[in-house]
């Protein structure tokens, strides 16, 4: 029985790891966006977006590269930052402001727009559920793959002793 809530362990232990995304500010009107999963793997591959707040046009838009990091010109507008790693890997930070600042009337057109949220972000909630049943279904296979080996096993030992 240790056995089996072990193998339950290990199998929930690597089967989580999340995406991360440090956004650092360059202090040159520049950012740079670095993103990795917490098994410590790079996100190379992933896509960056730059949505804007105001309208929610994307401003920007670019793969990570090999390294897993992106050096991108601040926009003069609001706007968000989206590391979209696939289907329930995806993560939306508010973006840094310029040196400058954003002007003043671009802030309050976001408070009007700014229940706007990226469409991946409104995704990600749909594969979480999907997900989460698919491992819950397998752990169920899992755990009645087991029974059926456990008396199959009792019945040819059972025979053995006989003979």
Same mark, same amino acid.
């Given at each position: 029985?240790?056995?089996? @809530?072990?193998?339950? $362990?290990?199998?929930?232990? !690597?089967?989580?790891?999340?995406?991360?995304?440090?956004?650092? =500010?360059?202090?040159?009107?520049? #950012?740079?966006?670095?993103?990795?999963?917490? &098994?410590?793997?790079?996100?190379?591959?992933?896509?960056?977006?730059?949505?804007?707040? /105001?309208?929610?046009?994307?401003?920007?838009?670019?793969? !990570? *590269?090999?390294?897993? %990091?992106?050096?991108?010109?601040? *926009?003069?507008? *609001?706007?968000?930052?989206?590391? =979209?790693?696939? *289907?329930?890997? &995806?993560? /939306?930070? =508010?973006?840094i402001a310029p040196i400058e600042g954003f002007k003043e009337? !671009?802030?309050?057109?976001?408070?009007?727009?700014?229940?706007?949220?990226?469409?991946?972000?409104? &995704?990600?909630?749909?594969? =979480? !559920? #999907? &997900?989460?049943? $698919? @491992?819950?279904?397998?752990l169920i296979l899992f755990g009645l793959a087991i029974y059926f080996s456990n008396k199959n096993t009792?019945?040819?030992? %059972? %025979? #053995?002793?006989?003979?």
């Open positions: 029985m240790k056995k089996i @809530f072990v193998f339950i $362990f290990l199998s929930i232990s !690597l089967y989580a790891h999340n995406l991360i995304m440090n956004v650092m =500010d360059n202090g040159d009107n520049t #950012i740079t966006v670095v993103g990795e999963f917490s &098994t410590g793997e790079d996100a190379a591959g992933a896509m960056i977006r730059l949505e804007s707040l /105001v309208n929610g046009e994307v401003l920007y838009k670019e793969r !990570l *590269p090999q390294e897993s %990091e992106l050096t991108i010109s601040i *926009p003069k507008e *609001p706007y968000q930052i989206v590391l =979209d790693g696939g *289907p329930g890997h &995806t993560i /939306v930070k =508010d973006g009337e !671009l802030k309050e057109k976001v408070n009007e727009v700014n229940s706007k949220l990226s469409i991946a972000q409104n &995704t990600n909630n749909e594969w =979480d !559920l #999907i &997900t989460i049943l $698919f @491992f819950i279904l397998c009792n019945k040819i030992l %059972e %025979e #053995i002793k006989r003979a």
